[in-house]
């Protein structure tokens, strides 16, 4: 059995759901925001070099024969390379820092990786862009769960 820690961060290793998930969850198990925030950008931040380094040693043999991956890596590559091709590597931090489903950690690492990214300079961007994604979401649980508790004190 998970305990409130042990289900903030399986909902962060979740893909898709990462911190856009993560961190309301963890508000909602009663962690404070930064507490849920900092556990959520720990996750997050950890999860590039497996991600990365799997991508490396497995793709050629295996990941590339699964049609279900291929076809997630060029709807990747589709929408994040305009933005590496615009700004380099620091077009993967404003990829990354976009709240949204299909742009948390994975996706930019495995963009990273497919885009023959350096992978040091590659984590930096994706956790500046984690820190400034989660920020984003943390203000905006905030607000929404303020404006909940109003609205059902009346």
Aim: net charge positive.
């Amino acid at each position: 059995m998970l305990d409130k820690t042990g289900l903030l961060i399986l909902a962060n290793l979740i893909p898709t759901v990462e911190q856009v998930g993560g961190i309301p969850l963890g508000m909602a198990l009663g962690f404070d925001p930064i507490s849920s925030f900092l556990i959520s950008l720990a996750v997050n931040c950890s999860l590039f070099f497996p991600v990365y380094f799997a991508l490396e040693l497995f793709y050629d043999n295996m990941l590339s024969r699964v049609k279900i991956f291929k076809k997630y890596i060029e709807r990747t590559r589709e929408k994040g390379k305009p933005y590496i091709d615009k700004y380099g590597v620091v077009g993967l931090t404003l990829f990354i820092c976009l709240p949204t489903p299909l742009t948390g950690t994975y996706t930019a690492t495995l963009l990273s990786w497919f885009l023959g990214l350096d992978w040091k300079k590659s984590f930096l961007a994706i956790a500046i862009g984690s820190f400034i994604g989660g920020i984003i979401i943390m203000v905006t649980t905030v607000g929404i769960f303020n404006f909940l508790k109003f609205l059902f004190s009346i």
